[in-house]
């Protein structure tokens, strides 16, 4: 089992930037694929962002290509979403995620609890 907590959640004024970070614990995240999802008030579940397990490949979705950049530390067990140029509609709530490189949610093994992003315009 794999437990993630992410942080680095906050309130910040458009065109802002934050750097989300996600610690696992239980066991190594190293060869197992990484993203973040999020989820708005009054909107559907999004995903955002995927990391291969090696780092090769990164994907993102077009509402923050361009903005958001994906990383990952596997020696320090840790996933990190940096956030730039941020907008309102990025409020959210922001889960790390384990265990799938694709966009679908029922693909993904393991979630952290999230962490609140609010953006003001």
């Known amino acids: 089992q794999v437990q993630l907590v992410e942080s680095g959640g906050g309130l910040v004024q458009a065109g802002g930037s934050l750097r989300l970070a996600c610690v696992a614990s239980?066991?190594?995240?190293?060869?197992?694929?990484m993203g973040w999802f999020r989820h708005a008030p009054g909107k559907e579940r999004e995903w955002v962002s995927s990391?291969?397990?090696?780092?090769?490949?990164?994907f993102y979705a077009d509402s923050v290509k361009g903005r958001f950049t994906m990383s990952r530390d596997n020696a320090a067990n840790m996933v990190f979403l940096q956030m730039n140029s941020l907008k309102p509609e990025d409020t959210a709530v922001y889960y790390c995620?384990?265990?799938?490189?694709?966009?679908?949610?029922?693909?993904?093994?393991?979630w952290g609890k999230g962490t609140l992003v609010t953006v003001s315009s």
């Open positions: 995620t384990g265990g799938s490189l694709v966009s679908d949610a029922g693909a993904v093994n393991y």
């Open positions: 239980g066991r190594t995240i190293r060869g197992l694929p």
């Open positions: 990391i291969s397990w090696n780092s090769n490949i990164t």
